[in-house]
């Protein structure tokens, strides 16, 4: 599968970006879709996943502002950032997976990633 980002720019604290993800392939029901950000010297994290059944996780600092989508129907998945502040600044990653062992909060259980899309957020 290929995963493609978008919706990334610049905003200030408070207010709020879209990041859209396409999925090009078949069985876009079978992945369990997430997304995760990467802050300059910061390692690779987890924000938030969705399954084909329409459950979602998000990460603790993250809950309560950012809510994750999924259109089976046209194989994307969108990340609705509200209240934004200065530290969710990041390159967002789309990634997918169809099964994994571990936790699916871990970077390593992730099979695909799409390119980096950044988010600033100004203070």
């Known amino acids: 599968v290929q995963l493609q980002a978008s919706g990334g720019g610049l905003v200030q604290a408070g207010g709020s970006l879209r990041l859209s993800c396409a999925a090009s392939g078949r069985s876009f029901r079978s992945y369990v879709m997430g997304w995760f950000r990467q802050a300059p010297g910061k390692e690779r994290e987890f924000v938030a996943a969705s399954w084909s059944d329409g459950s979602t996780d998000y990460a603790d600092s993250v809950k309560g502002r950012f809510t994750m989508s999924r259109d089976n129907a046209k194989n994307t998945v969108a990340l609705q950032m509200n209240s934004l502040k200065p530290e969710d600044t990041a390159v967002y990653y789309c990634?997918?997976?169809?099964?994994?062992?571990?936790?699916?909060?871990?970077?390593?259980?992730?099979?695909?990633w799409g390119k980096g899309t950044q988010v600033t957020v100004s203070s």
């Open positions: 990634a997918a997976v169809v099964l994994y062992s571990g936790s699916h909060r871990s970077v390593t259980q992730w099979d695909y």
